[in-house]
């Protein structure tokens, strides 16, 4: 099992290790978890396939401490590219990979949302609050600008219903 640690948005660490099932273990001041739990993706996740894709072997002169808040184990197909040897993954992958995080957060979110307005009768406030307690992300991300994102997107899913 080879791993890899890298940094992301604290918020999107806790959703991780929250979503994935993997316990946390919070560091002294409680705001990140230990990047020494690795999180096991399955291979129907394209978070998955996104790690797999941008491994490539470790260049010369790179750091091998890894730092970070996140830590995956890295995928080992039966063929392919082999972990041992495909082990880092460059800043640019890395920022490809925060935002694939980043929108599976809010995919899950926005259905959280519309699926508790529209089917239980739920306000959008009270379910946003639900969620990030229920990922423990009240410290880590404000509510409101979830909330904003979301309008927005609402908005936007609005005014191209309205146009077809």
């Avoid at 979503?19 to 946390?24: A, H, T």
């Avoid at 080992?76 to 972990?83: C, D, H, Q, T, V």
């Avoid at 041992?84 to 694939?100: H, Q």
């Amino acid at each position: 099992m080879v791993t890899i640690t890298f940094a992301v948005k604290p918020y999107l660490a806790r959703y991780m290790y929250v979503r994935y099932g993997q316990c946390l273990e919070l560091s002294k001041s409680g705001s990140s978890p230990q990047s020494s739990v690795p999180i096991h993706l399955s291979h129907i996740s394209p978070i998955y396939h996104l790690l797999y894709q941008s491994t490539v072997p470790h260049p010369k002169g790179a750091p091998w401490k890894e730092t970070g808040n996140i830590c995956f184990v890295l995928p080992s197909p039966r063929a392919g590219k082999s972990p041992e040897t495909y082990n880092y993954i460059g800043r640019d992958s890395l920022l490809v990979i925060e935002k694939e995080i980043e929108t599976e957060m809010k995919a899950e979110l926005y259905r959280y949302l519309q699926d508790n307005r529209f089917n239980k009768g739920v306000m959008y406030k009270k379910s946003m609050h639900r969620f990030v307690e229920y990922y423990g992300m009240e410290e880590l991300v404000q509510e409101e600008s979830l909330m904003r994102a979301f309008q927005r997107w609402n908005k936007l899913v609005k005014e191209e219903y309205r146009i077809m």
